[in-house]
């Protein structure tokens, strides 16, 4: 697990597959440190990245376009237990093709 001051990131990594369970802010500043880790695990077998929401208190518009970066790069990107909040966002910009349904 990797973490800042607001931050933390665990990567699984499965088959083909990443799960990438974050906890804390994903703002600018943690876009970056996120970004890097998720580069660091993706090979060429790795076809899917899931993305736990579940303990993330707040978004940005950096996080939006490295979840759109991340999905030019594969099959399938999917947001998992996203918050009302972050629903809304994702709805207002035009990328609720990301979430699940809970």
Not at 64 to 83: D, F, G, M, W
Request: glycine share 2%.
């Amino acid at each position: 697990m990797r973490t800042s001051e607001n931050f933390s990131c665990q990567i699984i990594k499965l088959d083909s597959e990443l799960l990438v369970s974050l906890q804390g802010d994903l703002d600018m500043y943690a876009i970056s440190n996120l970004q890097e880790i998720i580069w660091d695990h993706l090979t060429p077998e790795i076809k899917r990245v899931t993305i736990d929401c579940d303990w993330v208190q707040y978004v940005d518009s950096a996080f939006l376009q490295l979840v759109t970066r991340i999905a030019n790069q594969l099959e399938t990107v999917k947001l998992i237990n996203a918050s009302r909040t972050i629903r809304k966002i994702f709805e207002i910009s035009g990328l609720s093709n990301f979430l699940t349904e809970d």
